[in-house]
Nanobody, 129 residues
Framework: QVQLVESGGGSVQAGGSLRLSCAASGYTSIRYNMAWFRQAPGKEREGVAAIDPDGTTTSYAGSVKGRFTSSKDNAKNIVYLQMNSLKPEDTSMYYC??????????????????????WGQGTQVTVSS
């Protein structure tokens, strides 16, 4: 089992940037597909970005494409979400999720949340106008 801890959330003004980190511990020698999801109060959870174990295949939600970038440092077992040009509608709790890489990430296709059994506790991002 793998444990995930997110950090890097905070409050910024519109147009600003934040970088979220997701540190993995536990069975980190196993290859994982990783993803970022977000959920605002009263709204459904939505996928934001996903990245394969090698960091070579990524996918993004249309609402964040061109503004958010996911990357990973396998040596440190950390996945990042660089968020630029933030908008008030990006305000949400952001969660990191992991799944054993038994399935192949497809570029341009965000996997559903049900595919990820391991989740972090979330980090809050608030963007003010």
């Amino acid at each position: 089992q793998v444990q995930l801890v997110e950090s890097g959330g905070g409050s910024v003004q519109a147009g600003g940037s934040l970088r979220l980190s997701c540190a993995a511990s536990g069975y980190t020698s196993i290859r994982y597909n990783m993803a970022w999801f977000r959920q605002a109060p009263g709204k459904e959870r939505e996928g934001v970005a996903a990245i394969d174990p090698d960091g070579t295949t990524t996918s993004y939600a249309g609402s964040v494409k061109g503004r958010f970038t996911s990357s990973k440092d396998n040596a440190k077992n950390i996945v990042y979400l660089q968020m630029n040009s933030l908008k008030p509608e990006d305000t949400s709790m952001y969660y990191c999720a992991a799944a054993f890489a038994r399935w192949t990430m497809v570029a341009g296709h965000l996997p559903e949340s049900v595919n990820f059994p391991y989740w972090g506790q979330g980090t809050q991002v608030t963007v003010s106008s």
